[in-house]
Each structure stands twice: as structure tokens, then as C-alpha cells.
């Protein structure tokens, strides 16, 4: 499909605001005009600019009374479309208060103040990722027993794409201790780095130097350090964001006390804590893997756990191509599975059926699928299940 409209006024300036928009990825709304001012936005030829998806793109000012607005869409799936208030004015419309709307400066658009500092540019030459968080280089200086309380950027909204942050602690002398009153982010590719030459962290140790990395929903509770410095890192990468993590640090002249058991359970021979609710529970969160000694059953329902073994590993750790059971029962009947990280795309429906469907799935399966979308929520319809009552099991995490 591809329609076209031409909008126009006697004088004075027209204003679009765009009250609903929600087009399949492909489909594309154009706003094309003399009198708009698009920056690097302005795509060729002409002076226009594209929308598509859901656009963070909420008013668009012409200073010149005619417009064009055209949709292409594509033969695939539809969305809903487009909802949009064309108004004409004599005099000079007023700017986007920021809140809910956002001017990008030197432009003609507005966008949603929620997209601001999301990692993502929405303004001309990136007006809305300007300024955003000073998080590179930071150094803060601790006083003796006064808590400083430590957040990830827009904590506790979702943390930007992209970081590269790092800060770093000080204190006159004594000890530093942290203590994690919250932490999510996206696992494996987002990461909070605890670094400092008073860490004793054992095995634990990544990379080069002495530093914990954190990443998902830590089991560590506390981090303390011998020494009155210790920086912290966070990185992440393009794609999903979460609300990121909460920190109470705080500089002490004596050596703090161990963790009590409940709610925290210290880690031997290393300067950290992990939740009491981690002990037994099948993952080596204390270095050596001092947590799980001394289990006599293990229970760990959210997660996979090896045959003839008490070990548990995360899900998406099965079929990676690595094996971490003691027999390789994670990496094995892989190759039924298929694809396991799948993207969503906006109204797209995607089929997961169990291997072999219709007909009999294998025995002893290890499969795991992560499905992620850019935004909004997804819905899962069961159209078929049956499996082995209390021996085969799919899990929602």
C-alpha cells in the first residue's frame, strides 16, 4: 500500500502531533517539507524525515504552512497504524515543555522525554544523548562512616545501551565496603566490575587484576576491601536494557564484622558475602565453591541441573557449545533444539514447538530458548502441551 497526503494552510506554521503509532518493522511513515528543520535526520532527497516501529517521535513543527505525509507498507504483517492532530497556527507554536515531550534543539521535532539518555539517537546529531550521565572517570571521595548511596544511570528506570562507565572510591584510610541493596541487568552481556587491590576473591577472579564481574541477578550481597580504594565498572551493550543496581558504600576505620548467615553467608577466606538464600542451591557463587560443601540435597528448579551430579549451571549455559557438567549431559540432543536466542519482531508471531513435534521428543533433552523483543511485553499462547507428569518439564523463567 502507498498513500499520500498534501496538507496545507492559508499562512502561519502547521503542527503534528502524533497521539498513536505502531507500524510493522518495514512500513514507513514520511513527513516531508520546506519548512521543517531535521538536522541529520533529513533523509534524501528532499527534507524529510522517516518513522516507522514505534516512533519516540511526538510533535513535528513546520514553519512553512504545507506538508506531505506518505505510508508504504509491505506485503508481510500489519500494525495498527497511525493516529496523528494536524493543527494550524498564525503565530509561532509553543516549544515541548519536557515533560511528556522533549525539543530536540535546532530541529522542528519533539520526541518522548522517556527516550532521552536511552542509549539511542532520536534528535538531530544525537541532541538527546548529550550530557546524559557523567560516568567516565569519576573518582568519589568517601568520609569515615557516612553511607554514599551508589546507583547505575536513571536507576531505577533502565539503564542507556552502551555504557562504558567507571568510578572509582577513596577514602583516607581503613576499609571499603559495598553493599548491593539491588542489581538486574541482562545477563552475560551486561556487566558491573568490582575491582581494587583489597578484593581477596580466590578463584572468582576475572580477567586481568583482581576484580569480581556481576552480571544478572547476583547472589553477592557485600563486597569489603582492605585497602581505601576500589573502583567500579559498568558496561553494556546495544541491546536490552533493566533498572541496573543500587549500592550503599561506606569507608570504616576497623575491619568490618563478617556477614551474620541471615540474611548474608560469608564466603571463607575472601572479602565478600552472597545471599543465604545462594547456599545449597547447586551454583558456585563463594570462591572454591565453598557454598555448596556440605549440601546434603540441592534444589534448584530455576536452573539445570546436571545427572548424577549436584551441580546446577544456568540454562543458558546448556547447548553453548561448552560442556560444564561433570558428563556433558548439557551439551547433549543440542542439535534437536534449534535456535535458542530468538528476537522478536513487533506482531510477527513465532513457532516453538518441542523437538520432533508432532511426534515423541527424545529422551533426556537439555533445550533452552531466550526470547527478547526492543520493547513492550511478550505473550506466550500454549496451543498444544503434554509431557511425562513429574519427570519432563518446561520451565518459564
Known sequence: MSCEWKLGASSGFIVISIVD???????????????????????????????????????????????????????????????????????????????????????????????????????????????????????????????????????PDRYPNSLNCQWEFRASSGFIVITILDFVTERRYDFVTIEGPGLELGDLTTGSGNKLSLTGNTAVTRVSSRLPIINISMTTNEFRRTRGFRMKIEAFKTWPSKCSGVPDFQCENSTFCISSRAVCNGLKNCPYGFDEQQCYSISCPEFFQCRETR???????????????????????????????IHLEEDLPYNLTSPNYPDRYPNYLSCHWEFSASNGFIVISILDFKTVTSSDFVTFV
Request: glycine share 10%.
Open 311 to 341: 551441580e546446577c549451571i544456568f540454562w543458558d549455559q546448556v547447548c553453548d557449545g561448552t560442556k560444564h557438567c561433570l558428563i556433558g549431559d548439557d551439551e547433549t540432543n543440542c542439535d534437536l533444539c534449534g535456535e535458542n536466542e
Open 21 to 155: 503509532f505502531h507500524l510493522r518493522s518495514g512500513d514507513i511513515v514520511t513527513v516531508e517539507g520546506p519548512g521543517l528543520e531535521l538536522g541529520d535526520l533529513a533523509t534524501s532527497p528532499g527534507n524529510k524525515v522517516a518513522l516507522s516501529g514505534t516512533t519516540p517521535v511526538t510533535r513535528v513543527i513546520s514553519r512553512l504552512p504545507m506538508i506531505n505525509i506518505t505510508m508504504t507498507t509491505n506485503a508481510f504483517m500489519r500494525g495498527t497504524g497511525f493516529k496523528m492532530k494536524i493543527e494550524a497556527f498564525e503565530t509561532t507554536p509553543s516549544e515541548c515543555s519536557g515533560e511528556p515531550d522533549f525539543q530536540c534543539e535546532g530541529s522542528t521535532l519533539c520526541i518522548s522525554s522517556r527516550t532521552v539518555c536511552d542509549g539511542l539517537k532520536d534528535c538531530p546529531f544525537a541532541f538527546d544523548e548529550q550530557h546524559c550521565y557523567e560516568c567516565d572517570g569519576i573518582t568519589i571521595n568517601l568520609q569515615e562512616n557516612i553511607p554514599y548511596t551508589f546507583t547505575s544511570p536513571n536507576y
